[in-house]
């Protein structure tokens, strides 16, 4: 039996961490090709997406709903999360504060709403004169679902549930 010195060991020990370093790279199915299951009885969905253009920000915010957490904003990414009908008060942790960075919405049971996160980039500027730091503002805009539904499913799908 080799022991953990042999060369061998070492070779397989570093095949499965590469194999494993390979993984968490590989990037994440489309929205589209991901079985989605139907809403549950007497809730209603919210799914949450971002494009990631050249000018989005790199950040990853918490989303969140009535202040509790519900997710993280990934730049090209898509999620959705099932909740009780009722009010909600539907935002995105930012640095910066400005109008209109938030959504009030009454969601009814069965209904899917559609919430896209926009930032803007750089839109604070700190550390002097070069500029050492830069924080994003980010926004949630509620987009109808005709419009929203083609862009989550182009989006790297981040769970649900």
């Not at 790279?25 to 090709?33: G, H």
């Not at 938030?102 to 899917?112: E, I, M, N, P």
């Not at 004169?129 to 499913?153: H, L, S």
Request: proline residues 8%; hydrophobic residues 35%.
């Amino acid at each position: 039996m080799p022991s953990c010195s042999t060369p061998l060991s070492r070779r397989v020990l570093c095949a499965g961490a590469l194999s494993l370093a390979m993984v968490s790279c590989a990037p994440l199915p489309p929205t589209a090709s991901v079985a989605i299951p139907p809403i549950p009885a007497g809730e209603a969905r919210v799914w949450f997406y971002r494009d990631g253009g050249p000018y989005d920000g790199a950040g990853t915010p918490y989303l969140r709903m009535n202040e509790a957490i519900v997710g993280v904003s990934e730049p090209q990414g898509a999620l959705y999360r099932d909740v009780a009908r009722g009010q909600y008060h539907v935002t995105v942790d930012s640095y910066g504060k400005d109008f209109n960075q938030s959504r009030d919405v009454y969601l009814f049971a069965g209904q899917q709403a559609y919430f896209k996160i926009v930032s803007l980039r750089n839109w604070i500027a700190c550390g002097g004169r070069r500029n050492d730091c830069q924080r994003d503002t980010f926004y949630v805009w509620e987009i109808p679902p005709e419009i929203a539904q083609g862009d989550v499913a182009r989006g790297q799908f981040y769970g649900g549930g």
